[in-house]
């Protein structure tokens, strides 16, 4: 089964940090593009970030400089590592599969985790 | 950047069908469009991917009674027999360039 399964999520005060996890099973994070994506309480999905299987990395302009994607490639697993965290960074964090674009062909994001709910209050 | 536009809430009656609509900003009607499907407090389901010339791939698992297609800029998706089970918010997605993802604003769905 191809399964994607986020952790790390919690209460954390502004300006705080936090490291969120995606294990991967059933595919490889190295051979796809790798995306997180948001949902802040009662709103819409927002596109934080992606990691192509290049090893480039792309960044919404709200997380810009704040976050960094990452992928380790012998436990499968994909990170987002949160600094300088702000109110309104509190949403469900979405793993996703997709979210890339080579050679005029756009991979559409097709596999989403469970989703990890990060609150950043005082 | 495209800018995805998609009507905030839409009904439908049990049995009936519905056609969604997820349209695209000006210069960017030729681009690929993916469906996701979520029930309140779930995650998102990928649905499908709709092409310009109205081609759709739909991934593993979606019931036949989910299609799409599409018009210009508008790319659709059309749920037959609608079931109670189909109410939930719809959200399309596509390549946003600088912005590389982009989600349109979501259409919550209700079946009567």
């Known amino acids: 089964e191809v399964r994607l399964v986020e952790s790390g999520g919690g209460l954390i005060q502004p300006g705080g940090s936090l490291r969120l996890s995606c294990v991967a099973s059933?595919?490889?994070?190295?051979?796809?593009?790798m995306s997180w994506v948001r949902q802040a309480p009662g709103r819409g999905l927002e596109w934080v970030s992606s990691?192509?299987?290049?090893?480039?990395?792309y960044y919404g302009d709200s997380v810009k400089g704040r976050f960094t994607i990452s992928r380790d490639s012998s436990k499968n697993t994909l990170h987002l590592q949160m600094n300088s965290l702000r109110v309104e960074d509190t949403a469900v964090y979405y793993c996703?599969?997709?979210?890339?674009?080579?050679?005029?062909?756009?991979?559409?994001?097709?596999?989403w985790g469970q989703g990890t709910l990060v609150t950043v209050s005082s | 950047q495209p800018v995805l536009t998609q009507s905030s809430s839409a009904s439908a009656s049990l049995g009936s069908s519905v056609k969604l609509t997820c349209t695209l900003s000006?210069?960017?009607?030729?681009?690929?469009v993916a469906w996701h499907q979520q029930h309140p407090g779930k995650a998102p389901r990928y649905l499908m991917n709709?092409?310009?010339?109205?081609?759709?791939i739909k991934g593993s698992g979606v019931p036949d009674r989910f299609s799409g297609s599409s018009s210009g800029a508008d790319r659709y998706l059309t749920i037959s027999n609608l079931q109670s089970e189909d109410e939930a918010d719809y959200y399309c997605?596509?390549?946003?360039?600088?912005?590389?993802?982009?989600f349109g604003g979501g259409t919550k769905l209700t079946v009567l």
């Open positions: 990691l192509y299987t290049s090893g480039n990395t």
């Open positions: 000006s210069g960017h009607s030729s681009f690929i």
């Open positions: 709709v092409e310009s010339r109205g081609t759709y």
């Open positions: 996703a599969r997709g979210g890339g674009y080579s050679n005029y062909l756009y991979f559409s994001v097709d596999l």
């Open positions: 059933g595919l490889t994070v190295t051979n796809s593009y």
């Open positions: 997605e596509a390549w946003g360039g600088n912005t590389h993802v982009v």
